[in-house]
């Protein structure tokens, strides 16, 4: 639906098959006595064309594993690497212009600008890193998120799942290593959240995209290639090939056996 994956493109050098490595990456919030560690030395490596789901209770730490590895916010330690490029260094300036090349963001209520419309939205991340537009290429992306009849509507005329549908196609267009997605579906009906993680899932497997989702949903979870869990700022274990069931049990025990195993090595 996204089109063919692109061998040429793959980066080289060691780690050229890793879209997102985190190594003991730690942030903490407030001072003294009142500091909250909200991650804990994490790390762990996520493969190129990969689909995971970021998932552990309130306070677990997975918005702030979010932010962190998406350049949303620094990190007190570590490092991270996206698409075999270290991330967290250098100044805001080149952070904001390193995002804009790297990543690509899914919200949970859309961020689309309401007075552009569905086309303008679409296109803003590429005139915001002062890239080329590529209006054909835009509307291309629109069509195989179903809104080309679509593209001079504004936020307002469409549906929850529509505006989704153009947060997913902005987050494609600049072709990002890694898509990150912060509980996408959270906002949306069953029959449009399927939808848009089934968009997810398409653009992971036909196009060859990275896509991390935080969610609190087994349902939404069971969409992914796997699930990392987290409970108290550090990784409490993973899931490949998750099932509704599985998600939902393994929620109901997670905090039983935290640990910090180093889970770069597993290709979680």
Known sequence: MFGRRDKAQRPSGRHSDEALRL???SKSYGEGESAVRALDGVSLSLPRGTFTAVMGPSGS???TLLQCAAGL???DSGIVMVA???MSKGSEAELTKFRRRRIGFVFQQYNLLPTLTVAQNTILPLKLAGRRIDKAKARSVLEQVGLGGRLKHRPDELSGGQRQRVAIARALVTEPAVVFA?????ALDIRSARDVLRLLQEAVRVHGRTVVMVTHDPVAASYADSVVFLADGRLAGHM????????A???AHLGDD???HDYAAQGV
């Open 240 to 247: 490949q090939r998750p099932t509704v069931d599985a998600v």
């Open 84 to 86: 075999g490029e270290e």
């Open 61 to 63: 730490g997975k918005t």
């Open 258 to 260: 935290i640990n910090g």
């Open 73 to 75: 916010e620094r990190p």
């Open 182 to 186: 912060d509980e996408p579906t959270g």
């Open 249 to 251: 049990e393994r929620l």
């Open 23 to 25: 190594v003991k990456v």
